[in-house]
């Protein structure tokens, strides 16, 4: 054999280098570049579920309802065009932490970016809240005067409902239809959508709850007397004490009074007849002609004078031990002498013009 036909030989038995390339190879190869290409198109049109075209359109109310499923929120938001896909938002939402969903009501914007639309689920339900504070001691009118101060409410309506008997507290008299002294003086937070049927309604329950904390009922009966008459001397209690360390003992002189068939001679209860607060009776004023004037009519009044705050109800539940019948101002600070006899009474009743309180 020769040189030459060796060679020959040799380089024939050589195959192209592209015959190496086993086929499957090629065939991954296709797999991948199409499974690229899809995927290309799968993530573009998340990004558009994600991030739509365009402007957010108008505003749209949703109410999600307690207990609602993010996936029945999902495909609520795609109903009323918030969202393009239910899916896409469903697992977004998990995805960003934002699947624990309060209720309440929400302002959405169609065609909305899933971005705007968990930071509104996360910021919670829009609700526009007016705050109110009743302080105690006032009557039913001051009341209503404070209600009005409220955008939309009037006192006239508020006062209508609150004397026509549609909404009561358990612990009225009956035949009453009067909620005065029946509404629980602190401050409320009033939603926007609320109406005076609606804070009435809370007043009141407010005064029921905190009544019915302090066992209104059974502290009457040991006192032999009923709720409502507790309700009433805690009125009067309120408007007379101007220290809570004098209402326990104010409530005593009441019940003193009240056991010996005294008149009780209570000054507020002539302001609440009078319909107004005069920095200083006068003997004309002593005579008016009402069911409130507790120096002409014996007993308690028919019904509580002024919205009696917890304090007051505990004392007139819990009245201090002792024989007083009598208090009048002791100082400038609003704190009571209390007298057993009318000659103590007098004794204190002169050092108290002395000092200019009377």
């Known amino acids: 054999m020769s040189v030459d036909t060796a060679f020959d030989i040799e380089h024939n038995d050589m195959p192209p280098e592209r015959s190496r390339r086993p086929r499957w190879v090629l065939v991954l190869l296709g797999i991948l570049a199409v499974a690229v290409i899809f995927g290309a198109l799968v993530v573009s049109w998340v990004r558009g579920q ?21 996936d029945s929120l999902a495909s609520l938001l795609e109903r009323e065009g918030v969202i393009k896909n239910a899916t896409v938002f ?7 932490g934002a699947d624990a969903i309060k209720a309440g009501d929400f302002t959405f914007r169609a065609n909305s970016d899933l971005g705007e639309v968990v930071k509104v ?31 939309g409410r009037t006192a006239e309506r508020f006062l209508a409902l609150a004397t026509d008997g549609t909404i009561r507290s358990r612990y009225q008299r009956a035949g009453s239809n009067n909620l005065e002294g029946y509404l629980m003086p602190e401050t409320y937070f009033i939603d926007r959508k609320d109406d005076e049927a609606r804070i009435l ?48 003992k104010i409530a ?8 010996r068939k005294m008149p ?35 007993g308690l009044p028919p019904g509580p004078i002024a919205s009696p ?36 009474f007098e004794k204190f009743k002169a050092e108290a013009k002395a000092k200019g309180l009377l």
């Open 309 to 344: 705050g917890r304090e007051s109800l505990e004392a007139a539940l819990n009245p201090a031990a002792g024989n007083w019948l009598y208090y009048v101002l002791a100082d400038a600070n609003g704190r009571h002498n209390f007298a057993e006899t009318s000659a103590q």
């Open 50 to 70: 994600i991030n739509p075209s365009g402007p957010p359109g108008k505003e749209v109310q949703i109410t999600v309802t307690k207990g609602m499923s993010t």
């Open 201 to 248: 309604t809370r007043m009141v329950s407010a005064f029921d709850d905190t009544a019915a904390q302090l066992d209104i009922a059974g502290g009457a009966a040991k006192l032999g007397v009923t709720p409502d008459q507790v309700v009433v001397v805690a009125s009067l209690v309120e408007r007379e004490a101007r220290v809570d360390e004098d209402r326990a």
């Open 90 to 96: 469903t697992y977004y939402a998990r995805f960003n």
């Open 264 to 298: 009780l001679q209570i000054d507020a209860t002539v302001q609440y007849a009078l319909g107004e607060q005069k920095a200083r009776l006068l003997n004309r004023d002593l005579e008016i002609n009402s069911p409130y004037n507790t120096y002409k009519v014996s």
């Open 252 to 259: 005593r002189v009441i019940y003193n009074r009240l056991a």
């Open 121 to 151: 689920l996360d910021a919670g339900p829009k609700v526009e809240i007016d705050r109110i504070t009743i302080p105690e001691g006032l009557t039913l009118k001051e009341t209503a005067a404070k209600v009005a101060t409220l955008p």
